[in-house]
């Protein structure tokens, strides 16, 4: 109701000016917005051929790179601008419905023409031979399917999304709730400390662990923390990365991303922790509850929504992990992942088509959890 | 049901150089309704949370019944607690939230409903059981938090400012539920509240406290016919009640040029000067001119009573000669004839109504 009458005032004043200014169409707006996007579309694109093709002419890469922001930054709002011009040209009844899609439309077809599109052509390409030359039906489905490589995989995945996100959340809730009980200073140190991994790269992270789990002959000295402590212990050292008993090499890998990950865990859980009202806890003190039972029963239920979303990002995260296996074992002695095996057919073994069709089946497992995300996001605005 | 006993409790917090509650000293009585009242910071919450178990009692004990609870864990002491904000489970149901202690107890599920169904009943939710709080309005929440606590028939009720969240209607309403309900139920009760109001309306006794330290601890009556203190004299009443220095002189106190008598007896201890206290309702017009001159400021017509708000120039402080500032000064007269603004008048205060406090201690002097 207010936005309503809000609106109607300053539109009376327009009428006022020419009672029906706004309501025609205004062929001088409408043809300048057309010209102006033309003119802009066409300099930036030129703008951009040229960095691709005539770099030299720029002197350096700075001044490219200072160009190219500047070019795209002005560029994307002079088109807004004229695109924004063109609508009001438009007569009044066609330019209100219009404007939303008008703005929302630039944003849309990058969107297509990054991810929906290579989508499509993902699938297609899993239908075509190893140069994506020709179809050959669901040829590829059936040798990814008889491999034992993409089983290892899969199987290695589902090991990897079991242990990985769980162990995230619960090492997340253990940090938050052992930092909230230190004093003010220690609480900071502490969580600075666990959140600093998370600003190394996977592959940065991959290489520290790759130089824990190293291997060097008995009787040398060994470079290898782990070995360095085995071998202090009296013990002999191992290859720790190629024991696939019990997928143990899987499981130091493992390792890796939850020490990159607990941080991120961590802050999100203990904001939540801080947000539990300290009267609930209490008044279930009150209630005769251990401090076990009101961990379980008073603030577990009230960070829920916390401890799902942190579940899921890690879930998807983990879905993807790519790098950490790449760089350590490249996916020998059994610890191929669904990711690796696909970059290795595709740039290795030059198999596009089975490299395509192995993330095909990795899109369709994630689509449910996807949904499963979204909807869980809808109850939470909901509720 | 049981007695309450502070014997000394203390509570420091580390780096507070005062105790936020200082060697308090109460017996409450079986079945009792005791109100903590006091401005905001002077302990009255440390001391129910002391007894709740919520903080620590640094000195003293703490007795439920013949039960020394000073140690013991909240969960160890039988009391049940209303929190000001309800505190209650945001995902549990209006059911589950009352049942949860029972639940946690070990009850019988069936028995926990039953219990959760009579409670409800009393205090009208039945109808809200399989909600959850935040679909309740703030008074049914209130009553939610009420349930929680009757539900488990604990030996004492403890409830710290249950009302301050609600409306001013609901507020007057929802104290007299809680009152007769306590009637009702007979458990001891130790309410909290910075409402002097609420305090003097629901308490079997009232407890003032100021700076951790206990002031007064009596029957609203006696509280407020008898204040100990210059304090409890200031805080307990409203309007509060005209205190003012002055003087004594042969045969009582000289206001003003008006001696106010006063036991020669009660005198003795006093110096030469004192605290005079009268209470605005206490105060007549005088028609021949004697007794304390006030300029009329305001006057609040509220129908049957007037209040005026004016000041008094007088020297007050004959003795030693000195001029006190403009005192503040409140009367109630008579609400069909009340004075104009603006006008001088001259008010007497009824004779065995004033009350005489030490200048320095502020103790009240004599009976």
């Keep these: ?383 | 049901m049981a007695t309450v006993t502070f014997d000394n409790a203390t509570r420091q917090y580390p780096g507070n150089p005062v105790p936020s509650v200082d060697k308090l000293n109460i017996e409450i009585e079986d079945g009792e309704f005791l109100v903590f009242v006091g401005p905001s910071g002077c302990g009255k919450s440390t001391s129910l949370r002391m007894l709740a178990g919520l903080e620590e009692v640094n000195a003293g004990r703490i007795l439920i019944g013949d039960r020394d609870v000073t140690n013991l864990s909240p969960k160890d002491r039988d009391v049940a607690m209303v929190f000001q904000n309800y505190a209650l489970y945001p995902h549990m149901t209006v059911a589950d939230n009352m049942g949860f202690a029972l639940k946690i107890a070990g009850v019988d599920k069936g028995e926990i409903r039953k219990r959760v169904e009579e409670a409800a009943k009393i205090l009208d939710l039945s109808p809200y059981l399989d909600r959850k709080p935040k679909a309740l309005s703030g008074g049914q929440r209130q009553r939610v938090a009420m349930g929680r606590a009757i539900v488990r028939s604990p030996q004492v009720f403890l409830m710290d400012e249950p009302l301050s969240n609600l409306d001013a209607k609901l507020r007057v309403q929802t104290r007299t539920q809680i009152a007769s309900l306590q009637r009702r139920l007979g458990v001891t009760t130790v309410y909290v509240t910075h409402d002097q109001v609420e305090a003097m309306t629901m308490g079997d006794r009232v407890a003032v406290l100021k700076d951790g330290i206990l002031m007064q601890c009596d029957s609203p009556r006696r509280m407020y016919d008898h204040p100990q203190n210059v304090f409890v004299a200031g805080f307990i009443g409203s309007p509060a009640m005209n205190l003012m220095e002055a003087s004594v002189t042969d045969g009582g106190v000289n206001l003003g040029g008006h001696t106010v008598p006063v036991e020669r007896d009660a005198l003795k201890s006093a110096g030469k000067n004192v605290t005079l206290g009268v209470r605005p309702e206490d105060l007549e017009l005088s028609d021949d001119g004697s007794g304390i001159p006030v300029t009329v400021d305001v006057v609040e017509e509220l129908g049957a009573d007037a209040y005026i708000y004016g000041s008094t120039e007088q020297k007050l402080l004959a003795s030693t000669g000195e001029t006190g500032g403009p005192v503040p000064f409140i009367a109630r007269v008579d609400g069909r004839r009340p004075p104009e603004k603006g006008t001088v008048i001259h008010l007497k205060p009824k004779s065995g109504h004033v009350h005489v406090f030490n200048a320095d201690s502020g103790e009240r002097i004599g009976d």
């Design chain 1, 1 to 383: 109701m207010t936005t309503a009458t809000s609106d109607a005032a300053p539109r009376q004043k327009l009428r006022d000016d020419d009672p029906e200014a706004n309501l025609r169409l205004n062929p001088v707006k409408v043809a300048i917005g057309i010209l102006g996007m033309v003119v802009i579309a066409w300099a930036l694109g030129n703008m951009f051929l040229a960095f691709g093709y005539y770099p030299e002419k720029f002197g350096s890469k700075l001044v490219i790179g200072v160009l190219a922001v500047i070019g795209g930054v002005g560029g994307a709002a002079a088109l807004f601008y004229f695109l924004n011009m063109f609508v009001e040209g438009l007569p009044r009844r066609l330019s209100e419905g219009f404007i939303p899609y008008a703005f929302v439309l630039p944003g849309l077809a990058l969107v297509t023409l990054m991810l929906i599109y290579p989508t499509f052509q993902t699938v297609n390409y899993s239908f075509a031979n190893s140069d994506s030359t020709a179809y050959i039906g669901f040829a590829n489905y059936r040798t990814i399917f008889a491999d034992n490589a993409f089983w290892t995989s899969i199987g290695n995945n589902v090991l990897w999304l079991l242990i990985v996100p769980a162990i995230v959340v619960a090492l997340g809730v253990v940090v938050a709730v052992l930092a909230d009980k230190l004093s003010a200073t220690g609480e900071k140190v502490a969580k600075s400390l666990i959140f600093l991994p998370m600003a190394i790269s996977f592959v940065g992270a991959s290489a520290i662990w790759g130089l824990i789990y190293a291997y060097n002959n008995p009787g040398q000295s060994q470079t290898g923390l782990l070995n360095a402590i085995v071998v202090g212990l009296g013990g002999q050292p191992q290859t720790w990365l190629a024991i696939s008993t019990a997928k143990l090499n899987s499981i130091l890998l493992m390792v890796i991303l939850i020490w990159l990950q607990v941080g991120f865990g961590m802050v999100l859980l203990s904001s939540a922790i801080k947000g539990v009202p300290e009267d609930t806890i209490e008044a279930a003190r009150i209630d005769g509850a251990s401090e076990l039972q009101i961990f379980w029963k008073v603030i577990v239920p009230q960070i829920r929504g916390t401890v799902i979303t942190v579940f899921v990002t890690v879930f998807i995260l983990v879905l993807k992990v790519f790098d950490i296996v790449y760089v350590t074992t490249n996916g020998s002695y059994g610890s191929d992942v669904i990711a690796n095996l696909f970059f290795n057919k595709l740039f290795a073994a030059s198999e596009a088509g089975q490299a395509t069709a192995i993330v095909v089946v990795l899109l369709v497992a994630v689509i449910p959890l996807i949904w499963f995300q979204i909807k869980h996001f809808k109850d939470e605005e909901a509720g």
